[in-house]
T-cell receptor, first 109, second 117 residues
């Protein structure tokens, strides 16, 4: 059975902290791993990773994929209150995208 | 550029009623899909399509029908609504369709919140 598991389920940090969100997967015919941010509405796309060991960066956010160990991490440095959201990990296998249940991040001022 | 447009935004149905959730995209995306999102369950795939005239079932297809007569539209039909179908429904599309010859991310609509009483 294809599955995507995210940890932790929730996280509360103070502004300025650095956080690491985890995503492990077991998906046949792996094609890509994607990270999304969801703030009470539609998920918005952050990163797509297809190759191991190549870090993707966008401002304070970065992500890396390990295809041998079947996991990815999303790092957020110098967190801000605007980073508060649910972060979703998805893996594309064949013609389907499989989502984890998400990590809920709360950043306290 | 409208992206992925879903209508309605909110809907309340009585048990046994039928309805259609509309989804349209103007990005010439081949791949379209429907998800439901429930607390603690994440996004679960209902049905998907890799191109006009082609549809397939996802993880939770029971009670739902789809069709794909055009590239732009992918409506989701609830045949006889049940309280278990109370959820938030998202339509999502992606550029690459049949054969998935290259990787492309999903783009989401703003969702439809459905309540079945």
């Amino acid at each position: 059975e294809d599955k995507v598991v995210q940890s932790p389920l929730s996280l509360v940090v103070h502004e300025g902290d650095t956080v690491t969100l985890n995503c492990s997967y077991e998906v046949t015919n792996f094609r890509s791993l994607l990270w999304y941010k969801q703030e009470k509405k539609a998920p918005t796309f952050l990163f797509m990773l297809t190759s191991s060991g190549i870090e993707k960066k966008s401002g304070r956010l970065s992500s890396i994929l390990d295809k041998k160990e079947l996991f990815s991490i999303l790092n957020i440095t110098a967190t801000q209150t605007g980073d508060s959201a649910v972060y979703l990990c998805a893996v594309e296998g064949g013609n389907q995208f499989y989502f984890g249940t998400g990590t809920s991040l709360t950043v306290i001022p | 550029n409208a992206g992925v447009t879903q209508t309605p935004k909110f809907q309340v149905l009585k048990t046994g009623q039928s309805m259609t959730l509309q989804c349209a995209q103007d990005m010439n995306h081949e791949y379209m899909s429907w998800y439901r999102q429930d607390p603690g369950m994440g996004l679960r795939l209902i049905h998907y399509s890799v191109g006009a005239g082609i549809t397939d079932q996802g993880e939770v297809p029971n009670g739902y029908n789809v069709s794909r007569s055009t590239t732009e539209d992918f409506p989701l039909r609830l045949l006889s609504a049940a309280p278990s179908q109370t959820s938030v429904y998202f339509c999502a599309s992606s550029y690459s369709g049949t054969g998935r010859s290259y990787n492309s991310p999903l783009h989401f609509g703003n969702g439809t919140r459905l309540t079945v009483t």
